[in-house]
């Protein structure tokens, strides 16, 4: 079986890259970022990377879990703003 190319732990569009050019650039969107970072935890969990790239993935999957919590916090902080300083429960009908 093939092993994953570093290059392949990064599949969503990226934005352009900050201060440190070598780190990946984060993607343009929550949905791109969770769309990668599934992708990452399934490479992660196979066990077919080799050590650096385990490590890597590690980070990255950081960064994006990262990203994605920040633009959650952001939508909520949003929707607080539209609703009054107490977020209300969102009821589907």
Same mark, same amino acid.
């Given at each position: 079986m093939a092993k994953s190319s570093a290059s392949s732990?990064?599949?969503a569009k990226p934005v352009a890259a900050g201060?440190? !050019?070598s780190a990946p650039a984060l993607p343009v969107s929550y949905e791109a970022a969770?769309? *990668?970072l599934e &992708?990452?935890?399934s490479r992660l969990e196979s066990g077919q990377?080799?050590?650096d790239q385990l490590l890597a993935g590690y980070q990255r999957g950081a960064q994006l879990l990262k990203f994605c919590r920040?633009?959650?916090e !952001?939508? *909520?902080t949003q929707i607080k703003v539209l609703e &009054?300083?107490?977020l209300k429960p969102w009821l589907q009908a």
């Open positions: 732990l990064s599949s201060p440190d !050019a969770l769309q *990668e &992708g990452l935890v990377l080799p050590l920040d633009r959650l !952001a939508v *909520e &009054g300083t107490e």
